[in-house]
């Protein structure tokens, strides 16, 4: 990893594991299935185990930042200061 970037990748994991936390301390209080999904209607349309809830999606949000930063810190073209130009 990249020296420069070892603070803001430590950061940032320790700001998406800070729910899993939060959900560990309250486990006992949460219900069995939690809603995951909304609808435009804003009523809940999707529903999750707690264990999913709590523990999978953190760490799959924390799996797919660490393998974002991977592909882009070993880019051979090095292409990560690529700048998006708007059709005018």
Do not use: C, R
Not at 10 to 22: C, E, G, R, V, Y
Not at 25 to 33: D, F, K, R
Not at 45 to 73: E, R
């Amino acid at each position: 990893m990249k020296s420069e970037y070892k603070s803001t990748m430590t950061i940032t994991s320790l700001i998406i594991l800070f729910p899993l936390i939060i959900g560990l301390i309250l486990w006992g209080e949460l219900p069995e299935q939690i809603a995951t999904h909304f609808g435009a209607n804003n009523a809940p349309d999707g529903w999750s185990s707690k264990a999913m809830t709590v523990l999978g999606l953190p760490f799959l949000m924390l799996f797919i930042q660490w393998l974002v930063f991977l592909l882009t810190s070993y880019d051979p073209k090095k292409n990560q200061n690529f700048k998006f130009k708007l059709a005018t």
